[in-house]
């Protein structure tokens, strides 16, 4: 397998999901990534880490939104 690194400065006050999907063709279904849905922002580099059979393509997307819309939907 291979390990992919992903790693972006985050912001206060929003919250970041990553998603991926294994195929961008069609309708891609694009999924939580286990363990990082609601990865609250600090200010600091937020860095998750992703282990992939070699071989396999993935993609990624950042879902970002304001802290305060997270927590009025719920």
Do not use: C, H, M
Not at 6 to 12: A, D, G, H, I, T
Not at 29 to 34: A, D, E, Q, T, Y
Not at 46 to 55: A, H, K, R, V, Y
Request: zero cysteines; aromatic letters at 10%.
């Amino acid at each position: 397998g291979e390990t992919v690194q992903l790693s972006w400065k985050s912001e206060v006050g929003k919250v970041y999901d990553i998603l991926y999907t294994d195929k961008l063709s069609g309708q891609p279904g694009w999924k939580v990534l286990p363990g990082a849905a609601n990865l609250r922002g600090t200010g600091e580099n937020i860095t998750f880490s992703d282990s992939i059979d070699s071989g396999l393509n993935r993609y990624y997307r950042l879902n970002i939104t304001l802290a305060s819309q997270r927590e009025n939907t719920r």
